[in-house]
């Protein structure tokens, strides 16, 4: 009988105690540190954690965990620290301070993006904490349009905009194989910078027809990523038909009266020429026969 009450008596106090030591346990976690602040998409981010409570030993064995979800991967380990709580030396600080370093997808959205944290014990004692994690967007956007088109030529004149808050280098326009457009020449053209809020204009000899065209830009942004957004454009070749710019204007009658006139003058002229070439070498011609003609008399005498 005194068995079975030493039994029931120690289970009781291990409830308890175990109760106890959870209800008094009091942990918080913040972040501390996030560099760099703000983060780019595609780079990697060092955050610094502090979960304070741990000198309690009531709290048992306390677990700090990484709960990893889009944007953010853990570069090494498995994002779970565990301590022994009570275990701090006197005259330190009693926080646990964890970091961990992340790798941002390149997809991340700009401004706050939430990571998520667990924190526990061996007890019952289980929280959850979601901390905004910077990161400045460096994507951008273009809008295309067809600009112009030379039916004679056949040189199709695009127009794109910026209508990002990112600056693009490096901007290339690729035209790949399609029905909608033959390209006559290089199928890329290399643009350059294009500062946002920007537009420029490109060109491609080709002969395009009624309906969509793909391009393919291509750009680098602050990062040094090249990155590939495809884009479509209509092409309706009614906007580009019997406009003022290629009409042929009739010519003048005075145009025609001004030519046969200006014919007139050089005919004159040249006929004038000839004449006086013609004149001046008779003249050449008879004072050499003259003197000729002196010298030979002079010998006869």
């Known amino acids: 009988m005194k068995k079975s009450v030493n039994v029931l008596l120690v289970l009781l106090v291990v409830i308890f105690g175990a109760g106890f030591?959870?209800?008094?346990?009091?942990?918080?976690?913040?972040?501390?540190?996030?560099?760099?602040?703000?983060?780019?998409?595609?780079?990697?981010?060092?955050?610094?954690?502090?979960?304070?409570?741990?000198?309690?030993?009531?709290?048992?064995?306390?677990?700090?965990?990484?709960?990893?979800?889009?944007?953010?991967?853990?570069?090494?380990?498995?994002?779970?620290?565990?301590?022994?709580?009570?275990?701090?030396?006197?005259?330190?600080?009693?926080?646990?301070?964890?970091?961990?370093?992340?790798?941002?997808?390149?997809?991340?959205?700009?401004?706050?993006?939430?990571?998520?944290?667990l924190y526990y014990t061996n007890g019952d004692l289980s929280l959850t904490e979601k901390f905004n994690i910077s990161v400045e967007d460096v994507l951008t956007d273009f809008e295309i349009s067809v600009k112009d088109y030379n039916l004679e030529t056949h040189i199709i004149t695009f127009e794109i905009l910026n209508i990002g808050e990112n600056d693009a280098e490096a901007l290339t326009i690729d035209v790949p194989k399609q029905e909608n457009l033959e390209i006559k020449g290089s199928s890329r053209n290399i643009v350059g910078s294009l500062d946002a809020s920007e537009d420029?204009?490109?060109?491609?000899?080709?002969?395009?027809?009624?309906?969509?065209?793909?391009?393919?830009?291509?750009?680098t942004d602050e990062t040094n990523t090249r990155r590939t957004i495809s884009k479509k454009v209509i092409f309706d070749s009614s906007y580009f038909e019997d406009r003022k710019a290629n009409e042929r204007t009739p010519l003048s009658g005075w145009f025609y009266v001004a030519l046969v006139l200006v014919l007139?003058?050089?005919?004159?002229?040249?006929?004038?020429?000839?004449?006086?070439?013609?004149?001046?070498?008779?003249?050449?011609?008879?004072?050499?026969?003259?003197?000729?003609?002196?010298?030979?008399?002079?010998?006869?005498?």
């Open 21 to 117: 030591a959870s209800a008094t346990c009091n942990l918080d976690v913040a972040l501390i540190n996030q560099d760099p602040y703000p983060v780019r998409p595609g780079d990697s981010v060092e955050v610094v954690l502090q979960l304070s409570g741990v000198s309690d030993p009531g709290c048992g064995i306390v677990t700090l965990e990484i709960v990893e979800d889009f944007p953010f991967s853990l570069e090494s380990g498995d994002g779970k620290t565990v301590v022994r709580s009570g275990t701090y030396s006197k005259g330190y600080k009693s926080e646990l301070v964890a970091p961990y370093r992340f790798l941002v997808d390149e997809g991340a959205i700009d401004g706050n993006n939430e990571l998520e944290v």
């Open 200 to 219: 420029t204009i490109f060109t491609f000899e080709a002969i395009p027809h009624d309906g969509e065209i793909g391009l393919e830009v291509l750009y």
């Open 264 to 301: 007139v003058i050089l005919i004159y002229w040249y006929r004038e020429r000839r004449r006086r070439k013609k004149k001046k070498e008779e003249y050449k011609r008879m004072h050499s026969s003259s003197e000729h003609h002196e010298e030979h008399s002079s010998k006869r005498r």
